[in-house]
């Protein structure tokens, strides 16, 4: 019996690796050709395998796209959960300054896919769910400074603009300037 679920383990393990590789594969082409590069095709060109395999673990372009922007959503989704689940000596504002300087360096190719996806979103509805994930945390973060609904909304805002600045822009990020303009948004609520 434990020899039988080591297999079906084994095999779930080797499924889980398969799709993480798909998904990074795609998010591959995503950050070489775009969004509109991304076939089943090309992802599997990518990654290695047959056009077959990416079929079998995801059965339609949707899903493929779903999956890696979530991935991407994910792991922006934890830093921020981070941010509003640590103690109350850490900055929230200075931590999302942080992490959105980061699409200057280390994240640029992260963020420039995350971008890339959660616009293709504007055209395909399966796909905003997840697109709105961003927008939902920094919301989220947004309320732990301020209760007007109208600066929660201009904090998003001028959040993904410094986000899309910054991967237009050529130059380092600044997070104490980035820090300063988000600051400077909730400073603005009641007026």
């Given at each position: 019996?434990?020899?039988?679920?080591?297999?079906?383990?084994?095999?779930?393990?080797?499924?889980?690796?398969?799709?993480?590789?798909?998904?990074?594969?795609?998010?591959?082409?995503?950050?070489?050709d775009g969004a509109t590069g991304v076939t089943h095709r090309s992802v599997a060109r990518e990654a290695g395998i047959t056009t077959s395999l990416t079929l079998y673990y995801f059965a339609t372009l949707d899903d493929l796209l779903v999956a890696a922007l979530t991935s991407?959503?994910?792991?922006?989704?934890?830093?921020?959960?981070?941010?509003?689940?640590?103690?109350?000596?850490?900055?929230?504002?200075?931590?999302?300054?942080?992490?959105?300087?980061e699409s200057a360096g280390?994240?640029?190719?992260?963020?420039?896919?995350?971008?890339?996806?959660s616009t293709l979103a504007a055209r395909r509805p399966a796909l905003r769910p997840v697109a709105r994930r961003w927008r939902d945390n920094v919301a989220e973060l947004a309320r732990t400074q301020t209760d007007d609904p109208d600066a929660v909304e201009a904090f998003v805002a001028v959040s993904d603009g410094l986000c899309t600045a910054i991967l237009l822009g050529d130059r380092e990020a600044d997070p104490e300037h980035i820090r300063a303009v988000l600051a400077r948004t909730l400073l603005g609520a009641g007026r």
């Open positions: 019996m434990a020899v039988e679920q080591d297999a079906v383990d084994g095999r779930k393990l080797r499924g889980q690796r398969r799709r993480a590789q798909i998904i990074e594969a795609t998010l591959a082409v995503v950050r070489r991407v959503a994910d792991a922006y989704t934890h830093r921020i959960r981070e941010l509003l689940d640590t103690d109350t000596d850490t900055d929230p504002l200075d931590g999302l300054a942080r992490l959105i300087a280390l994240g640029r190719e992260r963020a420039l896919a995350e971008r890339e996806l």
